[in-house]
């Protein structure tokens, strides 16, 4: 059992602070300014405006710790980056830019540098533990239904499903769908009315470790009492890289924590539906590769088997772009965010509809980016998008499983 919970910020800052000169160091040990990384960065591609590449945000992240650079300055350059790990990925020597980034926008916006947004968005979600500062009884009601009855807060459980915030704020019909495939598949699963987020939105895209951790350790705590020791996540791409990067944190800081391992909802599913040999009727789709299963935690084949009979995008796995939702970007107002995201949208549905006018995809954040893109380039009678739940629920009442 976790007790203290309260995390102190100034043991925050400076952890963060070694963490970010140990992986400077680390860089410019081996970095041979290559450039490989910046052909592959969605934002320079989108703007050419050089200081976007990932090596100038880099160097930017150098100059902060050195005090070298204005901290707004240093604001526009790191929190312009998805932190979708392309250029991790197109790095010969696998160099972890996008941690390095992630770093020193926790740095920033520790020492109230954010977008200005996102300390009002840390005070809501240290209050109710949602991302987005949506009070627990308000998410209950959203997501009460039938679906749930009889699975909330059982005990001794296989595994504990979390929903992605995104889904409990604005997509609920999205968390009943999944548990009613959990439920028909035959899952031993719980769902609590006390963990309604792992904490990734506002730990990664707002990066506010602070509140993000005082998320997960609640979330760790609710599972241990329960006697779970899986958690299966909900489809939002943040979550997942918060996973790896807390860990990571909550080392440095010495903190105690249970042993609760972490999984995407879509890989228990996947591996029922191919024992219950499920799904058979094919249709044309194409199955999205969101960026961060595929680079972050890697359950890519998972939902790839779920529908084996998709065509595959011409650009996955490491080559897919990243809708934006991760870095958030998503959740800043300003016209540089809003028409960088409708570009890359555009540009994904444009990838996309090549192959095939049903596109499925596992990430509910990248769903949201999907339709935004859609509906803003009258695309609707032409393009069809659908989350993985959705369709998954669609197939079975096809088949008459449901
Ligand atoms: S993480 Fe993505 S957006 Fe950020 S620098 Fe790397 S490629 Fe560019
Ligand atoms: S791809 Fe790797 S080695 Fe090349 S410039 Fe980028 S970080 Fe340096």
Redesign the pocket.
Known sequence: MITRIEIQREKLRNTIDIMLRNALRA?FS?????????NVCPVYRATKNPKYT??RR?ITAKKLLEGQIDKEAASDVLFSCLLCGA?SS????G?D?YRIIYLARCKLALEGYGPSNFAKMAEGAAKTLHSFGVPVEQALREIRSDELEGFIDRKDCDVLYVPSPVETAFMPRHVYETASILKLLGINWTISRRVIDCGGNIGVDASRPDVGLKILLNLLNVAEELGVDKVALGACGADYKWISLSREIIDELGIDTPRITFTSIYELIAKRLKTNKLLKKKDEVVLHDPCSMTRYIRVDRSYKSIIPYAKKPRFSGACTLCCGGGGGLSLRKDSFARNLLLSIASKRVEQLGSVSSNIVTPCIKCYISFRTAVLRKRLVSKIRIEGLSSYIVKKLKEEDTY
């Open positions: 860089f081996v970095c041979m300014n290559c450039g490989f990384c910046n990932p090596l880099v250029c197109a790095c010969p020597f160099l830019i």
